[in-house]
């Protein structure tokens, strides 16, 4: 009888073993998607971001200043500027020729820079100064664009053509 009970007792102990096996392995299996987007997110940069746009729109030439200082970009103000966890901003020297992308703290950080955004796109576009730009330069603050995905928001003005400029924010959404 205590051979009987003693292995019964083995093979629960087996038994327990290969169920925490089992149960470990469907942990890590199901964890492991969610660690390799993470890893995908964490390659993914501002900066990155910025050069494939550009590729996409060309213009390169035209740019001269660049910088990561979450104050520099002339559409967000300083209280604006908290809510950005890092930012790439590409420009000439008149702000004309211009990227800019920016990472939010949170996806509703996000949604309030992309507000900004857009009132500073209008504003551009409608400025009593606009007059104090060339013909191209208007037409390009006129067809930048600027969107959002996650936590990602960005502001295009390289071309006088939108066409261009929704082709550089493709690629971003592609790479997002």
Do not use: H
């Not at 089992?22 to 299996?29: E, G, K, M, V």
């Not at 930012?87 to 920016?102: G, Q, R, S, T, W």
């Not at 390009?140 to 390289?158: D, E, F, P, T």
């Amino acid at each position: 009888m205590k051979n009987v009970i003693g292995n019964e007792t083995k093979t629960g102990k087996r038994g327990r073993r290969i169920a925490a096996v089992l149960l470990a392995f469907f942990l890590f299996a199901g964890l492991l998607p969610d660690s390799l987007s993470v890893e995908a997110a964490a390659k993914i940069t501002c900066k990155k971001l910025c050069q494939t746009a550009l590729k996409e729109t060309g213009g390169s030439s035209k740019l001269e200043y660049q910088t990561t200082k979450k104050t520099d970009f002339p559409g967000f103000t300083i209280s604006e500027s908290e809510k950005i966890s890092s930012l790439a901003y590409l420009c000439d020297e008149k702000e004309v020729y211009a990227i800019c992308v920016v990472k939010a703290k949170s996806k509703s950080d996000a949604a309030d820079l992309l507000e900004s955004l857009q009132t500073y796109q209008e504003s551009l576009s409608e400025s009593d100064y606009l007059n104090d730009y060339s013909s191209t330069e208007q037409k390009i603050l006129k067809n930048s664009v600027c969107g959002k995905k996650g936590k990602y928001v960005w502001y295009i003005a390289m071309s006088t053509k939108e066409s261009v400029n929704k082709k550089g924010q493709t690629k971003i959404k592609k790479k997002l």
